[in-house]
């Protein structure tokens, strides 16, 4: 048994390891080694490509985090306070969003935006001189679908274990529902929220699915990662993983440390 | 305005950001893939008004990546949770509760880094140069791994493993022990108390991480396309080929239609199927 676990443990940070050495490879080609260096981070660094493109993704992760964690936290608020078809029509909705493949997302928001402003533009270049197409903006709207409902689902389990006699109390001292909200209801959902925002983050800098088919001319890390695979890959790209697996590690660690500094006053 | 038209005013206000979205990201653009599914190919690309039912009788064309999809994503999925069983189970049950959480993020970390790289990674170690090659100064000459479907197997399991592994242990963590101590005092073999005691109890977590995994794996088409070469192609390959190069937008949306209905229909007889067996485990345990 201890032998299986320790082989799991290796078998998932080999291939890691293997990018973590290979970024300090001096040769110009990844996967031959020629003896060590950390010219690559340098040049990582001032590749303008690779600077715009981790720009591009963490202006979408952070926005698609805040967004979600704001709708999701509203719609699992809303649907504490709706029965009967509005109910279940949300419900239904909201488990779509969460069962349809990427891919899918992915293709069908394409094609029905792309074919949308084949509509449109033509109309608004007359009248104001400029056209809609896909970019960042897409690749966000895309991302925030789906992370609505996972924050959704996260809060409403937060929401349904939670001592309702607070509230009434609350209630009882004459505090006005908004009140009652800030002061009682959002300190206790914090820890889904905060949960479902990283999640989000962490989903939204990841993904390659969805951002190759509706980021259109927008480069993301992912995308230019994926593109750079094709070229064939220079110790320069293992240079932006590694640095990219120790902030998330690092971020990994500060929402441990903070989810558990959230859990004790609930227990 | 009254109470009652404040409160409804509220609840609009709540519900109405989320709708948008589905609105315009799910159910719009899934009305257009349906539509265009009955379509036909502009000769330039694209989609060409029509209704045809021709994209779903040619659907068998791209059988072969059904075929991959349908064997391999459940396949990967069960592979997954068998090996992530014994891991979960040891973080739950053998590890010092002080180290269990640091073990776990452990477990989960990987999933954190460029999936892209990692499979490029594997890519390296199962290519000619990689493990075959070492095989071969063993005396086993001649082993492929790359491009055929245990390498797209082996990739399923260390993509997915950081996914399967929380919910399992979440699970298995409420096992009370004393019900082991029971089962064994009572005479139980370690085997049956396992069949009858903890398995039972690592349903709903095995269920919770077996879907994960499976929704993502029947849309990748990285791994297959890292993994699998050429060789070994998921309907999201097809479905990339459709869209990106060959550009025939109709016969794509019904490969897409299928995807999501097939999706929906093992979801949903999946999730009675354990919870028709859960409801029967916990009546024998009452």
């Known amino acids: 048994m201890r032998y299986f676990i320790a082989f799991i443990y290796f078998f998932l940070y080999a291939p890691i390891l293997l990018i973590v050495a290979l970024s ?66 949300f419900d239904v909705l909201t488990y779509t969003a969460i069962m349809v493949p990427g891919i899918v997302i992915g293709i069908s928001t394409l094609i029905a935006f792309v074919t949308l402003f084949d509509l449109v533009n033509p109309t608004l270049e007359a009248a104001m001189g400029w056209r809609l197409q896909m970019g960042t903006w897409a690749v966000i709207a895309a991302h925030v679908l789906f992370n609505i409902a996972v924050v959704a689902l996260l809060v409403r389990a937060r929401l349904q274990g939670m001592d309702r006699s607070l509230i009434e109390a609350s209630e009882d001292l004459y505090a006005t529902p908004a009140g009652t909200f800030v002061q009682i209801v959002l300190p206790l959902l914090a820890p889904a929220i905060l949960a479902g925002f990283l999640l989000a983050f962490t989903f939204s800098f990841e993904d390659f699915i969805i951002a190759y088919f509706v980021a259109g001319p927008d480069v993301t890390l992912p995308i230019y990662v994926f593109s750079s695979i094709r070229r064939g890959v220079t110790p320069e790209i293992n240079a932006v993983g590694t640095i990219v697996l120790l902030s998330s590690l690092l971020l990994l660690i500060v929402a441990q440390w903070v989810l558990r500094r959230g859990e004790k006053p609930v227990n | 305005m009254n109470d009652k038209q404040h409160s409804r005013a509220v609840t609009v206000a709540l519900l109405a950001p989320a709708g948008v979205f589905f609105f315009f990201l799910l159910v719009l653009p899934m009305v257009v893939v349906l539509v265009f ?71 989960m970390a990987p999933f954190w880094t460029s999936q892209l790289l990692r499979y490029y990674a594997w890519m390296m170690i199962l290519g000619s140069k990689g493990i075959p090659s070492w095989l071969a100064l063993l005396g086993f000459g001649d082993i492929r791994l790359i491009n055929t479907p245990w390498a797209v197997l082996i990739g399923a399991v260390y993509g997915f493993l950081p996914l399967m592994v929380p919910p399992i242990y979440v699970s298995l963590e409420k096992l009370d022990k004393r019900l082991l101590e029971a089962s064994a005092d009572l005479g139980a073999t370690p085997v049956a108390t396992f069949l009858q005691i903890t398995l039972p109890l690592a349903i709903p977590g095995v269920a919770t991480g077996s879907m994960l995994v499976f929704i993502l794996l029947m849309g990748d088409f990285i791994l297959p396309q890292y993994l699998g070469g ?38 949903y007889f999946y999730m009675r199927f354990i919870l028709s067996r859960g409801d029967r485990r916990r009546a024998v345990l009452v």
């Open chain 2, 37 to 107: 599914s009955f379509g036909e190919r502009a000769p330039a690309g694209g989609y060409a008004p029509a209704f045809t039912f021709d994209n779903y009788l040619n659907l068998p064309a791209r059988g072969k990546a059904f075929f991959n999809t349908l064997t391999l994503a459940p396949l990967g999925t069960l592979l997954t949770a068998i090996i992530a069983f014994p891991v979960a189970y040891y973080l739950a049950v053998r590890v010092h509760p002080k180290w269990r959480v640091t073990m776990l993020v452990l477990i």
């Open chain 1, 24 to 89: 300090f490879n001096s040769g110009r080609q990844a996967f031959v080694w020629k003896g060590i260096s950390t010219e690559w981070y340098g040049k990582a660094f001032s590749n303008p490509l690779i600077t715009e493109a981790l720009t591009t993704s963490l202006t979408i992760a952070l926005s698609t985090a805040f967004l979600s964690a704001i709708f999701g936290t509203l719609l699992a608020l809303g649907l504490e306070r709706v029965k009967g078809w509005l109910r279940v029509l």
């Open chain 2, 230 to 267: 050429g060789k070994v192609f998921f309907i999201g390959n097809a479905l990339v080929d459709l869209f990106l190069q060959s550009r025939n937008w109709p016969y794509g949306a019904a490969v897409s239609v299928a995807l999501v209905l097939i999706m929906l229909a093992t979801i």
